[in-house]
C-alpha cells in the first residue's frame, strides 16, 4: 500500500514531441505528490508538485495532472528538449506530518534530436 | 547560499570495513532524511531525523546501520561491516520544517564495496 507504481520504464521522444510518464498509488492518505528530475551523478532536484484538491498544475513546459478516483497522477513535458534527457521520479508523502516520500522506479526519457 | 552538501562523493570500501557519510543540511534547515539508491531503482527512505533526534527509522537495516544528526556538525549515516550489497548511492536531504515542503537534496555519496 506504501507503493508508488511508475511506467513506462524508459521513454525516446524526438525533440518537440510530447513526454508522458505516469504513476499509480494506492494509499489514500498520500495527498503531496512531487516529480524530481535526476541526471547522471547528480540528485534529484524538484520539478513540480501537485495536492489533490487541484487536477493541473503547470509550471512552463510541465504539466502535472492528477486524477483523485483513479489514484494516478502523471506528468507532461511539452516540446520536449535534449537537455529534459533524465531521469524522472515521482513521489508521495502524507504532507499533514514530516515529509517521508515514496518515490517511483524512475523512467529514463531520452529527447533525440 | 550553499545547497546540501555531502561528503564524500565517492567512496570504496572493502568488505568488512566501516563506511561512515556525512551530510551538511541547507543553512537554516534542522530537518534531515537520508535515501537510498540501488542501481537502476528509486530512491528508498532510511531515516528522518531532527537535531539530536531520531524521528523515523523505518526504513533503516536493522543491523550495521546507524545515523545521527548532532546538535552540532553534520548529520552522519554509518555502516559497519560493509556487504557487497550496501554498494548504492546514499542521498540527504533537508528541508526547513515539516509539512509539505521541499526536500532539497545533497549530489549523493556513492559507496561500492569490493
Known amino acids: 500500500q506504501q507503493q508508488v507504481k511508475q511506467s513506462p520504464q524508459s521513454l525516446i521522444v524526438q525533440k518537440g514531441g510530447i513526454s508522458i510518464i505516469n504513476c499509480a498509488y494506492e494509499n489514500t492518505a498520500f495527498d503531496y505528490f512531487p516529480w524530481y528530475q535526476q541526471f547522471p551523478g547528480k540528485g534529484p532536484a524538484l520539478l513540480i508538485a501537485i495536492r489533490p484538491d487541484v487536477s493541473e498544475k503547470k509550471e512552463g513546459r510541465f504539466t502535472i495532472s492528477f486524477n483523485k478516483s483513479a489514484k494516478q497522477f502523471s506528468l507532461h513535458i511539452m516540446d520536449s528538449q535534449p537537455g529534459d534527457s533524465a531521469t524522472y521520479f515521482c513521489?508521495?508523502?502524507?504532507?499533514?506530518?514530516?515529509?517521508?516520500?515514496?518515490f517511483g522506479a524512475g523512467t529514463r526519457l531520452a529527447v533525440h534530436p | 547560499n550553499a545547497g546540501v552538501m555531502q561528503n564524500p562523493r565517492h567512496l570504496v570500501r572493502r568488505r568488512g570495513q566501516e563506511a561512515r557519510l556525512r551530510c551538511s543540511p541547507m543553512?537554516?534547515?534542522?530537518?534531515v532524511y537520508w535515501y537510498r539508491q540501488l542501481p537502476e531503482e528509486g530512491l528508498k527512505f532510511m531515516v528522518y531525523l531532527q537535531k539530536e533526534n531520531i524521528i523515523d527509522e523505518s526504513g533503516m537495516p536493522k543491523e550495521r546501520f546507524s545515523a545521527e544528526f548532532p546538535k552540532e556538525g553534520p548529520s552522519i549515516l554509518r555502516i559497519q561491516q560493509v556487504v557487497r550489497g550496501d554498494s548504492a548511492a546514499y542521498f540527504c536531504?533537508?528541508?526547513?520544517?515539516?509539512?509539505?515542503?521541499?526536500?532539497?537534496f545533497g549530489p549523493g555519496t556513492r559507496l561500492t564495496v569490493t
Open positions: 543553512k537554516g534547515h534542522s530537518h
Open positions: 513521489a508521495a508523502s502524507t504532507a499533514g506530518g514530516y515529509n517521508k516520500l515514496i
Open positions: 536531504a533537508s528541508s526547513p520544517q515539516t509539512g509539505e515542503y521541499e526536500q532539497y
